[in-house]
T-cell receptor, first 113, second 114 residues
Framework: SQQGEEDPQALSIQEGENATMNCSYK?????LQWYRQNSGRGLVHLIL?????REKHSGRLRVTLDTSKKSSSLLITASRAADTASYFC?????????????FGRGTSLIVHP | DGGITQSPKYLFRKEGQNVTLSCEQN?????MYWYRQDPGQGLRLIYY???????QKGDIAEGYSVSREKKESFPLTVTSAQKNPTAFYLC?????????????FGSGTRLTVV
């Protein structure tokens, strides 16, 4: 089951612009994570925000979380061509006694030099 | 990839064959996961294991099997019952719930039916 859904599915911008991706989810969460995937590679963890946090920063990344709307956004400022990748949100939902990471379909970001 | 190794990187399967994908970790993490990724799609959970000798089905377990005889290893077998196995397979590990560093992924195995 897809817990998180990213929006937009694809985003094309020029180098130096900001890129904003959104994620909506369905059930209560323990935390929400954002990952990056370069073509043909595994996912790399970018940032984790806990359910009691509203905003978090890491370098050029800014993540917000609104648990009342069950949504999160990832902002990449001053984008670079090297930021071209797919970006996924994942939620850590508790299933029985286990935490299961559930991923959305991702946003494909292209940054033109 | 940071203590988790998937092999092979590319795998070709003939119709009717079973193939096994390897996932090994040296981070002493308890939990291991297998995901399938199709083009333009997200990750779908196949199987997961929280402790040795125990594993649970995910959303798309049909046609797949796993074992967890050692903490370090969680191999995935794609059986002949899986009718559309061509996909990118990703293994991930964690201590349990996602810590500050989230889940750690391997570099993936691309399986193609020929």
């Amino acid at each position: 089951s897809q817990q998180g859904e990213e929006d937009p599915q694809a985003l094309s911008i020029q180098e130096g612009e900001n890129a904003t991706m959104n994620c909506s989810y369905k059930t209560s969460i323990n935390n929400l994570q954002w990952y990056r995937q370069n073509s043909g590679r595994g996912l790399v963890h970018l940032i984790l925000i806990r359910s009691n946090e509203r905003e978090k920063h890491s370098g050029r990344l800014r993540v917000t979380l609104d648990t009342s709307k069950k949504s999160s956004s990832l902002l990449i400022t001053a984008s670079r061509a090297a930021d071209t990748a797919s970006y996924f949100c994942a939620t850590d939902a508790r299933t029985g006694g286990s935490y299961i990471p559930t991923f959305g379909r991702g946003t494909s970001l292209i940054v033109h030099p | 990839d940071g203590g988790i190794t998937q092999s092979p990187k590319y795998l070709f399967r003939k119709e009717g064959q079973n193939v096994t994908l390897s996932c090994e970790q040296n981070l002493n993490h308890d939990a291991m996961y297998w995901y399938r990724q199709d083009p333009g799609q997200g990750l779908r959970l196949i199987y997961y294991s929280q402790i040795v000798n125990d594993f649970q089905k995910g959303d798309i377990a049909e046609g797949y099997s796993v074992s967890r005889e050692k903490k370090e290893s969680f191999p995935l077998t794609v059986t002949s019952a899986q009718k559309n196995p061509t996909a990118f397979y990703l293994c991930a590990i964690s201590r349990g719930a996602a810590g500050p560093y989230g889940y750690t992924f391997g570099s993936g195995t691309r399986l193609t039916v020929v």
